[in-house]
């Protein structure tokens, strides 16, 4: 038989009445630091103290000590001149695919000084894969980990729950956004934990356009590091943008959802390693055969002259609306297949802050990776095609805006 | 009677707290707004001996100032009345900041003290390691050991 | 079966040795995962949920959750019970219950209800309800043993006893 829900509320009354006794509870000092760290007036500063420590050690491990202190030194040094020179047939197709395309483009064929500028599989892919991402990932997966055990998610949740709502989203849209940051597949995976369709799709949808993987803040560090607060807030703002004007268009409801805060906790070694462990096999699974698979493609496209034509077929649309060179065609071809070695491949076009700016935007906005677009596929293909429906509005509005303001601001044409 | 001369008890012990704390609190306000102020001026800040260095770039400075200086006003709101539980987060808190910002500064020295740098050889020279290590220090780490007496507190808070 | 951010991945990690990803934070869990324990040299399969507030359930993962339940109907349940929020875990228990499931109650997160001095007879809520209770922390592993020996004798009960045994609805 089956109680009515006031008469299972009534039984549970009885039940807990004989059975649980509640002491006197006293509050705690861990208590107290949660709440502090919960309340806006305190909570803001103490999120603005975490981002920092994040962010200075991720820049300090993955940009100062792995990237520039040791990958740099031995890709550039010692792994390309001993390829350049150990693999047969200089200048051939095959050479050009797998170590150095010689100044891409050009007429005449130069050997590469650096990783980023010789395009081959080899060479660039797998400095773009090993040196930069790498250790990029390895070191958020170890703080976001961190902060995950800890159990300041739920509590960063609850603290942005004001102003999310205003995107018709509930604080707990940051846990998805977060998990993004890092990978944006499980991050459309975490969309589950949202109770509406509408929720769900807002949310996906703002993921897979404005929310940069840890792979290519890694790389972005790396090769515009001067340039990185403004990307970050040109990506922010659309977030908050696109969030409220999608909150606003899209039918359906966004109920308030209540989170539980559990208790802080010293975080397990053990889970933590296994959790990073994780990730790095599956990047080695995943990512870095499609970081080859990409340089390979692109080298090949540009090869045929298919880039060329790409970028001269959409030169309209490349410098007359979004104001960066034609280029940029290649780049975009490449993000759909990784983020990061886009933008990788973006650093040696020749162009303005403004330009550099503009394009590492539109190569985070445009298209979701290939993994990302498997991932929405999977939980449904009608809101796919409106996810990309809005997508392409995104990058026309968006992208012509940033061009807009450029233009105000005197630093585009 | 019996809670009142308890609290009694608790805000004597206190009272050395609430004053070194608010001391503390002082001081630590003063280094996030130089830290704000070098970083608007634009000019590196050494002091004259060279102790202490004021970072002016905009990650540094500016965010990590405004982090000095929210653990500083989490110092002096705690002060007062630190024998509740409360307050006496807040000035936990305080200390956690600057752990936070000492704990990235020092990393910070660690990762550029190892590479030998672009030119040099795979790991820097034993010198030139323990060069990065010599003073002038941020301000955070200057703060650090000041911070850790929380840490007394916290233990012998019953 | 549990609440969200109750530690029922924790559970599935110790009982099974495989590596579901386990966070302090509700939502983990989004879908199901399988895996196989061994009780007295017997293979038992063992499945992983997300997270649920009710049999009710209101979004996909919770959905998730209680398809799984309701799609096999002889299985036996764990149910995963947070200590310190003890009476909306006993809501989801109750359900669980009443639909015939045969079921043991993991009281777990001990640790953090005794914290709070919050204090449980579990034997006593054991004689209520007809089913093995068990005080665990499942992150370090206490009462994880206990638990499972007790899983091979769980039966079936109805509501209408538990109703006796509490001394009524009124």
Same mark, same amino acid.
Request: glycine share 10%; net charge negative; charged share 15%.
């Given at each position: 038989?089956?109680?009515?829900?006031?008469?299972?509320?009534?039984?549970?009354?009885k039940?807990?009445?004989?059975?649980?006794?509640?002491?006197k509870?006293?509050?705690?000092?861990?208590?107290?630091?949660?709440?502090?760290?919960?309340?806006?007036?305190?909570?803001?500063?103490?999120?603005?103290?975490?981002?920092?420590g994040?962010w200075?050690?991720?820049?300090?491990?993955?940009?100062?000590?792995?990237?520039?202190g040791?990958?740099?030194?031995l890709?550039?040094?010692?792994?390309?001149?001993?390829?350049?020179?150990?693999?047969p047939?200089?200048g051939?197709?095959?050479?050009s695919?797998?170590?150095?395309?010689?100044?891409?483009?050009?007429?005449?064929?130069?050997l590469s000084d650096?990783?980023?500028?010789?395009?081959?599989?080899?060479?660039s892919?797998i400095?773009?894969?090993?040196?930069?991402?790498?250790p990029?990932?390895?070191?958020?997966?170890?703080?976001?980990?961190?902060?995950?055990?800890?159990?300041?998610?739920?509590?960063?949740?609850?603290?942005?729950?004001?102003?999310?709502?205003?995107?018709?989203?509930?604080g707990?849209?940051?846990?998805?956004?977060?998990?993004?940051?890092?990978?944006?597949?499980?991050?459309?995976?975490?969309?589950?934990?949202?109770?509406?369709?509408?929720?769900?799709f807002?949310?996906?949808?703002?993921?897979?356009?404005?929310i940069?993987?840890?792979?290519?803040?890694?790389?972005?560090?790396?090769?515009?590091?001067?340039?990185?607060?403004w990307?970050?807030?040109?990506?922010?703002?659309g977030?908050?943008?696109?969030?409220?004007?999608?909150?606003k268009v899209v039918?359906?409801k966004?109920?308030?959802?209540?989170?539980?805060?559990p208790?802080?906790?010293?975080?397990?070694?053990?889970?933590?390693?296994?959790k990073?462990?994780?990730?790095?096999?599956?990047?080695?699974?995943?990512a870095?055969p499609?970081?080859m698979? *990409?340089?390979?493609i692109?080298? $090949?496209?540009?090869?045929? =002259?298919? %880039?060329?034509?790409? #970028?001269?077929? !959409?030169?309209?649309?490349f410098?007359?609306w979004?104001?960066?060179?034609?280029?940029?065609?290649?780049?975009?071809v490449?993000?759909?297949?990784?983020?990061?070695l886009?933008?990788?491949q973006?650093?040696?076009i020749?162009?303005?802050?403004?330009?550099?700016?503009?394009a590492?935007?539109?190569?985070?906005?445009y298209?979701p990776?290939?993994?990302?677009?498997?991932?929405?596929?999977k939980e449904g293909?009608?809101?796919l095609?409106?996810?990309? *429906?809005?997508?392409?509005?995104? $990058?026309?509005?968006?992208? =012509?805006? %940033?061009?807009?303001i #450029?233009?105000? !601001?005197?630093?585009?044409e | 009677?019996?809670v009142?001369?308890?609290?009694?008890?608790q805000?004597?012990?206190?009272?050395?707290?609430?004053?070194?704390?608010?001391?503390?609190g002082?001081?630590?306000?003063?280094?996030?707004?130089?830290?704000?102020?070098?970083?608007?001026g634009?000019?590196?800040?050494?002091?004259?001996?060279?102790i202490?260095?004021?970072?002016?770039?905009?990650?540094?400075?500016?965010?990590?100032?405004?982090?000095?200086?929210s653990?500083?006003?989490?110092?002096?709101?705690?002060a007062?009345?630190?024998?509740?539980?409360h307050?006496?987060?807040?000035?936990?808190?305080?200390?956690?900041?600057?752990?936070i910002?000492?704990?990235?500064?020092?990393?910070?020295?660690?990762?550029?003290?190892?590479?030998?740098?672009?030119?040099?050889?795979?790991?820097?020279t034993?010198?030139?390691?323990l060069?990065?290590y010599?003073?002038?220090?941020?301000?955070?780490?200057?703060?650090?050991?000041?911070?850790?007496?929380v840490l007394?507190?916290i233990?012998?808070r019953? | 079966?549990?609440?969200?951010n109750?530690g029922?991945?924790?559970?599935?990690?110790?009982?099974?040795?495989?590596?579901?990803t386990e966070?302090?934070?509700?939502?983990?869990?989004?879908?199901?995962?399988?895996?196989?324990m061994?009780?007295?040299?017997e293979?038992?399969?063992?499945?992983?949920?997300p997270?649920?507030?009710?049999?009710?359930?209101?979004?996909?993962?919770e959905?998730?959750?209680?398809?799984?339940?309701h799609?096999?109907?002889?299985?036996k349940?764990?149910?995963?019970?947070d200590?310190?929020k003890?009476?909306?875990?006993?809501?989801l228990?109750?359900?669980?219950?009443?639909?015939?499931?045969p079921v043991v109650?993991?009281?777990?997160?001990?640790?953090?209800?005794?914290?709070?001095?919050?204090?449980?007879?579990?034997?006593?809520?054991?004689?209520?309800?007809?089913?093995?209770?068990v005080?665990?922390?499942?992150?370090?592993?206490?009462?994880?043993k206990?638990?499972?020996?007790?899983?091979?004798?769980?039966?079936?009960?109805?509501?209408d006893?538990?109703?006796a045994?509490?001394?009524?609805?009124?």
């Amino acid at each position: 038989m089956t109680l009515s829900l006031e008469e299972r509320w009534t039984l549970i009354d009885k039940i807990s009445r004989e059975t649980v006794t509640f002491g006197k509870y006293e509050h705690t000092l861990k208590d107290a630091i949660g709440e502090l760290t919960v309340k806006p007036l305190t909570g803001i500063p103490v999120a603005i103290a975490i981002m920092y420590g994040f962010w200075s050690a991720f820049g300090s491990f993955a940009g100062t000590l792995m990237t520039d202190g040791f990958f740099v030194k031995l890709f550039d040094g010692y792994w390309l001149p001993w390829l350049q020179g150990a693999f047969p047939g200089q200048g051939s197709w095959l050479y050009s695919i797998m170590v150095d395309a010689g100044g891409l483009g050009g007429s005449e064929f130069v050997l590469s000084d650096t990783c980023f500028e010789a395009f081959g599989v080899l060479t660039s892919g797998i400095f773009v894969a090993i040196g930069v991402v790498l250790p990029a990932i390895s070191i958020f997966y170890l703080m976001l980990a961190l902060l995950e055990d800890v159990g300041y998610m739920p509590r960063l949740a609850v603290l942005l729950d004001t102003v999310l709502h205003r995107v018709g989203l509930h604080g707990y849209a940051i846990v998805p956004t977060i998990l993004s940051l890092g990978c944006n597949v499980p991050g459309v995976a975490a969309t589950r934990i949202l109770e509406t369709k509408k929720q769900r799709f807002i949310m996906m949808t703002l993921l897979a356009i404005f929310i940069p993987c840890g792979a290519q803040i890694g790389i972005m560090d790396k090769v515009v590091p001067a340039l990185m607060g403004w990307i970050l807030l040109y990506l922010i703002i659309g977030y908050f943008i696109f969030g409220y004007i999608l909150n606003k268009v899209v039918p359906g409801k966004a109920p308030e959802f209540l989170i539980d805060v559990p208790p802080y906790r010293k975080p397990l070694m053990r889970n933590i390693t296994k959790k990073i462990w994780g990730r790095i096999t599956g990047f080695f699974k995943v990512a870095l055969p499609f970081v080859m698979l *990409g340089c390979a493609i692109v080298n $090949v496209l540009y090869l045929l =002259g298919v %880039i060329q034509w790409l #970028g001269d077929v !959409l030169a309209p649309i490349f410098v007359g609306w979004f104001g960066v060179p034609k280029e940029t065609a290649g780049p975009l071809v490449a993000a759909f297949l990784r983020k990061d070695l886009a933008v990788a491949q973006l650093s040696v076009i020749n162009m303005t802050d403004y330009q550099r700016i503009t394009a590492v935007v539109l190569v985070t906005i445009y298209f979701p990776c290939v993994a990302t677009f498997a991932m929405m596929l999977k939980e449904g293909w009608k809101e796919l095609i409106a996810a990309i *429906g809005v997508l392409i509005i995104v $990058v026309f509005t968006y992208g =012509g805006l %940033i061009h807009l303001i #450029g233009i105000i !601001l005197g630093v585009a044409e | 009677m019996t809670v009142q001369s308890q609290s009694q008890l608790q805000s004597e012990s206190s009272s050395t707290a609430a004053i070194y704390f608010a001391i503390l609190g002082i001081v630590t306000t003063a280094f996030g707004l130089a830290d704000l102020l070098v970083t608007a001026g634009g000019a590196e800040f050494v002091y004259g001996t060279a102790i202490l260095e004021i970072p002016n770039d905009i990650f540094r400075g500016g965010w990590g100032g405004l982090v000095v200086l929210s653990a500083g006003l989490f110092y002096l709101s705690g002060a007062k009345n630190i024998g509740e539980i409360h307050q006496f987060a807040k000035v936990a808190m305080g200390s956690i900041l600057i752990w936070i910002m000492a704990g990235s500064d020092i990393f910070a020295m660690i990762t550029e003290s190892i590479p030998g740098g672009e030119d040099g050889s795979w790991f820097n020279t034993l010198d030139g390691f323990l060069a990065m290590y010599a003073p002038p220090y941020a301000p955070a780490v200057l703060l650090l050991p000041f911070s850790l007496v929380v840490l007394y507190y916290i233990y012998h808070r019953d | 079966m549990g609440h969200p951010n109750v530690g029922k991945s924790v559970f599935f990690n110790r009982l099974t040795g495989a590596n579901v990803t386990e966070s302090n934070y509700p939502g983990t869990t989004v879908d199901y995962t399988k895996g196989w324990m061994k009780i007295e040299g017997e293979d038992v399969e063992l499945v992983d949920v997300p997270g649920t507030f009710s049999l009710d359930p209101k979004d996909k993962a919770e959905d998730v959750a209680v398809a799984m339940l309701h799609e096999t109907r002889d299985v036996k349940v764990i149910s995963v019970i947070d200590a310190s929020k003890i009476e909306r875990g006993l809501y989801l228990a109750l359900e669980i219950i009443e639909e015939g499931y045969p079921v043991v109650i993991a009281l777990n997160m001990w640790d953090v209800a005794w914290d709070k001095n919050i204090r449980i007879d579990a034997r006593k809520l054991e004689q209520i309800l007809g089913v093995p209770v068990v005080p665990t922390t499942a992150i370090s592993g206490e009462g994880i043993k206990e638990l499972v020996s007790r899983l091979k004798d769980i039966q079936p009960v109805e509501v209408d006893d538990i109703i006796a045994n509490a001394g009524g609805l009124t």
